[in-house]
T-cell receptor
Framework: DQQVKQNSPSLSVQEGRISILNCDYTNSMFDYFLWYKKYPAEGPTFLISISSIKDKNEDGRFTVFLNKSAKHLSLHIVPSQPGDSAVYFC????????FGAGTRLTVKP | NAGVTQTPKFRILKIGQSMTLQCTQDMNHNYMYWYRQDPGMGLKLIYYSVGAGITDKGEVPNGYNVSRSTTEDFPLRLELAAPSQTSVYFCAVGDTQYFGPGTRLTVL
C-alpha cells in the first residue's frame, strides 16, 4: 500500500533551467509534507516542507507547491545547479511519516 | 556537535544471528525514528519514539525491537536475522527528521 508515489524515477535538466519534481499521495489525512535530498552513502537531508493549510512555501531556489484537491505536491528548483544532482524524496506525515521511492535528479553543466 | 551518529557503518550477518544497530543523538530531541531503505524504494518506518521510555511501531516493525532508556540513545535490535532484512538502516531525530549516515546491513 504505497500512499506516497513519485512516478518519475529519474529527471535530467540543464544547468540554469527549472527542475520540477512531482509527488502524489492517496491519504487525505496527511497534513504535513516534506522534501529531502540524498547523496550516495549519506542520510537524507531535509530541504523544505509545507503544511496542509498552505499551498506554497518558498526557500531560496526551492519552492514547494501543494494541491490538496489533486493530492499532489511538487518541488521546483530554480535555477538548477550541478550540485543539486541527487535523489529527492517526498514524504507525507499525519503522525508517522511515509516516503516516496525517490526521483534521481541529474543537472547537466 | 555530531548530530546523529550510527554504528556500525557496515555489517554482514549470517541468517539467524542477532545484532544491535546503535543510534545516538546530541540534539536533546525527544523524537527519534528508525527507517529502512531497500534498493529503489523509499524509506519505511520501523519504530519510533517520542521520548525516553516510549516507543511505538511504524510501518514495518516485524523482526525488530527497540528500546529508549535515555534521550540520547535509540538502539534497534535484530534477534534472528533474515535475508529480507538486508537493507540500509537510517536513524532520524526531530520533527523534520535529521538523519544519520546509515548502516548498510547484509544478511547471508
Amino acid at each position: 500500500d504505497q500512499q506516497v508515489k513519485q512516478n518519475s524515477p529519474s529527471l535530467s535538466v540543464q544547468e540554469g533551467r527549472i527542475s520540477i519534481l512531482n509527488c502524489d499521495y492517496t491519504n487525505s489525512m496527511f497534513d504535513y509534507f516534506l522534501w529531502y535530498k540524498k547523496y550516495p552513502a549519506e542520510g537524507p537531508t531535509f530541504l523544505i516542507s509545507i503544511s496542509s493549510i498552505k499551498d506554497k512555501n518558498e526557500d531560496g531556489r526551492f519552492t514547494v507547491f501543494l494541491n490538496k484537491s489533486a493530492k499532489h505536491l511538487s518541488l521546483h528548483i530554480v535555477p538548477s545547479q550541478p550540485g543539486d544532482s541527487a535523489v529527492y524524496f517526498c514524504a507525507a506525515s499525519f503522525g508517522d511519516m511515509r516516503f516516496g521511492a525517490g526521483t534521481r535528479l541529474t543537472v547537466k553543466p | 556537535n555530531a548530530g546523529v551518529t550510527q554504528t556500525p557503518k557496515f555489517r554482514i550477518l549470517k541468517i539467524g544471528q542477532s545484532m544491535t544497530l546503535q543510534c545516538t543523538q546530541d540534539m536533546n530531541h525527544n523524537y527519534m525514528y528508525w527507517y529502512r531503505q531497500d534498493p529503489g524504494m523509499g524509506l519505511k518506518l520501523i519504530y519510533y519514539s517520542v521520548g525516553a521510555g516510549i516507543t511505538d511501531k511504524g510501518e514495518v516493525p516485524n523482526g525488530y525491537n527497540v528500546s529508549r532508556s535515555t534521550t540520547e540513545d535509540f538502539p534497534l535490535r535484530l534477534e534472528l536475522a533474515a535475508p529480507s532484512q538486508t537493507s540500509v538502516y537510517f536513524c532520524a531525530v526531530g520533527d523534520t527528521q535529521y538523519f544519520g549516515p546509515g548502516t548498510r546491513l547484509t544478511v547471508l
